[in-house]
């Protein structure tokens, strides 16, 4: 069943009346025709079941036929800082993100990165991160959809994560800075994690190809970044974010 999402005000009594772009997809696009059903959420945990009923030239009406709660989300906030990767990577990287329950994605721009992002291409670029992130949204099954927030230097990001209650960095040199008191940095990173309450917020930092500059890891400490081992391993730009979510989704998941 297609899967669309509306703002709360398109929500009535008995129909949901759906506007925008996601007319021109169901009638020229998909082709449907009235009497089909769909599936329609409002981006704040509801989910309705819908019978179509109307397609006009700038709006479609479906029928409520059910209602109910959506429970997709997971217990914590998870946002993750993702350095800008080279080509088309951001795109894989946001798509799996919303899958695995980010809610939401900033993109950072810190020293190795290769890419460099004007005013205008930063605005393309974030107009189809978003289109990527509402895709993952429908596909997923999430009762929200995502945001991809525009690109911050480092020194921004870590202001921004001052907001947050944990943030995390995983960092291919942890062991040179975890396994005190005897344990090993793996150890110490379980214990960590394990450690995050539901209802927390969690920032998330990833590097860049050439990862970040032993500046930016100490600069990130001093802002309370901790640096965590994801194995002994050298990951991806595009798999190291989605190896902690995974993690993180499989400890949080109700």
């Not at 005013?119 to 999430?142: F, H, I, L, P, T």
């Not at 050439?210 to 081992?229: D, L, N, T």
Request: proline share 4%; aromatic share 6%; hydrophobic share 40%.
């Amino acid at each position: 069943m297609y899967h669309f999402f509306v703002e709360p005000y398109q929500v009535g009594e008995k129909e949901i009346k759906i506007l925008g772009s996601d007319v021109n997809h169901i009638k020229n696009v998909l082709r449907m025709r009235t009497g089909e059903q769909i599936a329609v959420s409002d981006g704040f945990g509801h989910a309705y079941g819908c019978r179509i009923t109307g397609l006009e030239e700038e709006r479609v009406t479906a029928e409520i036929i059910t209602r109910e709660e959506v429970h997709a989300e997971l217990p914590s906030r998870l946002i993750l800082f993702q350095c800008l990767p080279k080509g088309d990577k951001m795109e894989l990287i946001i798509q799996k993100a919303v899958e695995l329950g980010a809610a939401s994605v900033v993109p950072v721009a810190s020293r190795r990165c290769v890419v460099k992002l004007d005013a205008k291409k930063e605005e393309n670029k974030r107009r189809r991160w978003n289109a990527v992130a509402e895709s993952a949204a429908k596909q997923s099954g999430r009762g929200m959809i995502p945001q991809v927030a525009p690109t911050v230097d480092f020194a921004e990001a870590l202001l921004q994560a001052k907001e947050l209650d944990v943030c995390l960095m995983p960092y291919e040199c942890a062991d040179e800075l975890l396994g005190e008191d005897g344990m090993t940095a793996m150890e110490q990173t379980r214990a960590l994690l394990k450690q995050i309450k539901k209802g927390q917020s969690v920032g998330i930092f990833i590097g860049p190809e050439g990862g970040f500059e032993k500046a930016e890891v100490q600069a990130a400490m001093e802002a309370g970044v901790k640096p965590i081992s994801l194995g002994k391993r050298i990951l991806r730009t595009e798999t190291a974010g989605l190896c902690i979510l995974s993690v993180l989704m499989f400890y949080m998941e109700e």
